[in-house]
């Protein structure tokens, strides 16, 4: 039986960090950390939540099924499955998640330098994603390609960032906005959305698993424990980099008050702090956390689709860095607005089909649970993102008034005690027969 060394898992670790740090997870954290001010630490607490606490889940989740969203939905049925996948994958690779990392490097790496124009963006997200397209065609050498090379260096640089951020503030800690002021913890647990590392994490579970097996390991109990264990690793990695971005951002609000993102708020403290230098370390950090994260959502893609339709592998992945491509270039203010309502009605999905399937062991049928659970959680997902779209007019005034609405968390009552009343009917029914249990 195959074994993976320490060093192995050592990679694996940093391959999985490597594929969830990316624009997100660097763009969000100082940002919601300027906007928490002194209620930091309960804000950072609520995005830890979303973008560590759930992502690591989804890992348990994937590995205890064997590493396929496919099979984490399937007491859903296949159509319902199917449907809830392929709006997952669009999510996280063409169509927000993926042009993300391109134009987010872009930003804080080179426009610094080179200023922004249509014309140099254009060209840059040419060559990012030319290099995401060569990186992804062999998916079984990402462990040796990001875990042993990439990842390294930017570890490297992340720790002097870091570690800059957390001994040299560029001043003290800021004022608390007003979104912040009365339930930080939950717009923290909101923020952490943003970064899409749960919907991620359903997708980079196959990829983890694959990375694994190719390493000659067969056992499915090895599997899974080595997934666990990388992403532990991943999860601690994420943890301090959110952390450290926090504080950045919370004593930053002197150099960079109007700054309208993440991005220009690293921008303005790396020029304050270190000067060019800081520039040229920040271009490095972002540069290859985007790109990591774009190999693996490209990857994850490209192996979901090309197995969906008719089409090879290959062809997927040309097809979809050209589209990425040219998302990218509507710019990052424009790819943030619009995926906003996105996450806010499919993240609850995600949230609620991890806990049910964590739980599985606790019905008697999980189709019983899962199917009501799911589609009512599905309603309220939907009017939430009706309501973070704007379009507040098609939101029924009932849905308005319910616990938790103004946060874009209304569905948490209903859906709990949804779960309560199909758990009741579960035990009453009884053991369904044969294939129907679970």
């Not at 589209?323 to 806010?344: E, K, M, Y």
């Amino acid at each position: 039986m195959t074994r993976l060394k320490g060093s192995d898992l050592l990679a694996l670790g940093f391959m999985t960090f490597a594929l969830f740090l990316g624009a997100g997870n660097i763009i969000f954290p100082p940002s919601a950390g300027m906007a928490a001010g002194s209620n930091m630490g309960l804000a950072a607490f609520g995005f830890l939540l979303t973008g560590v606490g759930l992502p690591l889940l989804t890992i348990v989740a994937l590995a205890r099924v064997g590493g396929g969203m496919a099979l984490l939905t399937a007491p859903l049925g296949k159509t319902a499955g199917l449907a809830f996948a392929v709006a997952v994958y669009l999510t996280i690779g063409p169509l927000f998640a993926t042009p993300r990392t391109a134009v987010t490097s872009f930003e804080i790496g080179l426009a610094p330098f080179i200023g922004e124009s249509s014309m140099a963006l254009f060209a840059y997200t040419a060559a990012f994603f030319a290099a995401v397209i060569f990186l992804s065609l062999n998916p079984g050498q990402l462990v040796d390609r990001i875990g042993k090379f990439i990842t390294p260096i930017l570890l490297a640089a992340l720790l002097v960032l870091g570690a800059a951020a957390v001994f040299v503030p560029a001043g003290s800690v800021g004022s608390v906005s007003p979104a912040y002021q009365s339930t930080p913890m939950v717009q923290g647990f909101l923020q952490g959305y943003l970064t899409m590392d749960t919907l991620g994490a359903l997708v980079f579970g196959i990829v983890i698993a694959t990375a694994i097996r190719d390493r000659g390991v067969t056992d499915s109990k090895l599997i899974t424990r080595y997934s666990i264990i990388a992403g532990l690793i991943a999860a601690v990695g994420l943890s301090l980099v959110y952390l450290a971005f926090f504080y950045l951002g919370a004593t930053s609000q002197g150099i960079a008050a109007d700054a309208q993102n993440g991005g220009q708020i690293l921008t303005a403290y790396v020029q304050h702090t270190f000067g060019l230098y800081g520039s040229l370390l920040l271009a490095v950090v972002i540069t290859l956390a985007c790109l990591t994260t774009a190999v693996g959502l490209i990857t994850a893609c490209g192996e979901f689709f090309s197995e969906l339709l008719p089409v090879s592998y290959r062809n997927v992945v040309l097809l979809l860095g050209v589209f990425s491509l040219l998302v990218a270039n509507q710019g990052l203010t424009q790819l943030i607005s619009v995926s906003v309502p996105v996450l806010v009605g499919l993240y609850p999905l995600a949230i609620v089909l991890i806990a049910l399937s964590l739980l599985d062991k606790l019905w008697l049928s999980s189709r019983r649970v899962f199917v009501p659970v799911m589609l009512v959680t599905l309603v309220f997902g939907l009017v939430d993102g009706f309501a973070a779209a704007g379009f507040t007019q098609l939101v029924p005034e009932l849905f308005t008034r319910l616990p938790l609405a103004e946060q874009s968390l209304g569905w948490l009552i209903p859906v709990l005690v949804t779960l309560l009343a199909a758990v009741a009917y579960d035990r009453f029914a009884g053991q369904p027969a044969g294939a129907l249990a679970k």
